[in-house]
């Protein structure tokens, strides 16, 4: 089993800045598609950043490039996500998601299977 810890979220103006951090802990791998999403209220869990520990290969999502920036700690088994120029529509529970069983990342939600908890981002304009 693997346990995924979120922390970091808070409340914020449009255009501050929030890091989340994602700890990894049980059954982890050096190699893996570390994501974060999140999810607004009546809306569908969308992808926002992930990366692939193996080789750092990252993707964003058009409305963050620019202002977020995934990285990782191997040595800590964390996954952070740097959010720059936050906007209220960042406004939304952000979750910290592990596939483990590919070499690279895929779109898909449902390819996740280990998820945290969620942490809460608002930004006020």
């Known amino acids: 089993q693997v346990q995924l810890v979120e922390s970091g979220g808070g409340s914020v103006q449009a255009g501050g800045s929030l890091r989340l951090s994602c700890v990894a802990s049980?059954?982890?791998?050096?190699?893996?598609?570390m994501g974060w999403f999140r999810q607004a209220p009546g809306k569908e869990r969308e992808r926002v950043a992930t990366i692939y520990t193996g080789g750092a290969r990252t993707y964003y999502a058009d409305s963050v490039k620019g202002r977020f920036s995934i990285s990782q700690d191997n040595a800590k088994n964390t996954v952070y996500l740097q959010m720059n120029s936050l906007k209220p529509e960042d406004t939304a529970t952000y979750y910290c998601?592990?596939?483990?069983?590919?070499?690279?990342?895929?779109?898909?939600?449902?390819?996740?299977?280990?998820w945290g908890q969620g942490t809460q981002v608002t930004v006020s304009s």
């Open positions: 049980g059954n982890t791998y050096s190699s893996s598609c």
């Open positions: 998601a592990a596939d483990y069983r590919r070499p690279y990342c895929t779109p898909w939600v449902r390819d996740f299977a280990y």
